[in-house]
């Protein structure tokens, strides 16, 4: 089975703060992908990245995938309150299953 | 629109009773998988499809049944419904996972087994 640790599990800051969220795992995977999630609702993809050391940026956020291809982060920067969800993050394994880490609960406060 | 749809919602069953989640994607997509989502632990796999007539298992498939039929359509039935298996379900499809697409999730089943 192909583990995926998430850190840090919660996450709460003042708006405007930088962070970085952290999905590392001993296996090697063909892609990860980045989701958030809100409250009743389910996760939303937010990035894919394929390629070891790949680098994506979506507005605020900047997706790192690790050159061994077995961790990514997730960097935010000047953050807002509507940034506040549950991310995840889930590496394309063997038999193209997706395997999800326990997530990171992120809140910021205005 | 296009997307994902799960139904029921909302569920409370007994213990010992039997149902079916549905879902049902108008993407075309070849890939379809059932998670199942519990403080704590994360999203965790339970069935998943590469395609019509093809289904396995993922890393939690006991006391659950999974049919592909048809490309749109990947229900999942609980045979005895159990008090362990009270949980968030969401079902999700890709077009090819191959190529690095993710996953379009539904908005989740909430089961109750009292």
């Known amino acids: 089975t192909q583990l995926l640790e998430q850190s840090p599990q919660f996450l709460s800051i003042q708006e405007g703060e930088n962070l970085t969220v952290y999905c590392n795992s001993s296996?090697?995977?063909?892609?990860l992908q980045w989701y958030r999630q809100e409250p009743g609702e389910g996760p939303v993809l937010l990035v894919t990245v394929v390629t070891g050391g790949e680098v994506k940026k979506l507005k605020r956020l900047t997706f790192q995938f690790g050159d061994a291809r077995k961790d990514s982060s997730l960097h935010i920067t000047a953050a807002q309150p509507g940034d506040t969800g549950l991310y995840l993050c889930?590496?394309?394994?063997?038999?193209?299953?997706?395997?999800f880490g326990k997530g990171t609960l992120l809140t910021v406060n205005p | 629109n296009a997307g994902v749809t799960q139904t029921p919602k909302f569920q409370v069953l007994k213990t010992g009773q039997s149902m079916t989640l549905q879902c049902a994607q108008d993407?075309?997509?070849?890939?379809m998988s059932w998670y199942r989502q519990d403080p704590g632990m994360g999203l965790r796999l339970i069935h998943y499809s590469v395609g019509a007539g093809i289904t396995d298992q993922g890393e939690v498939p006991n006391g659950y049944n999974v049919s592909r039929s048809t490309t749109e359509d990947f229900p999942l039935r609980l045979l005895s419904a159990a008090p362990s298996q009270t949980s968030v379900y969401f079902c999700a499809s890709s077009y090819r996972v191959t190529t690095g697409n993710g996953y379009t999730f539904g908005s989740g089943t909430r089961l109750t087994v009292v």
């Open positions: 889930a590496g394309v394994g063997s038999n193209y299953k997706l395997t």
């Open positions: 296996s090697v995977f063909s892609s």
């Open positions: 993407m075309n997509h070849e890939y």
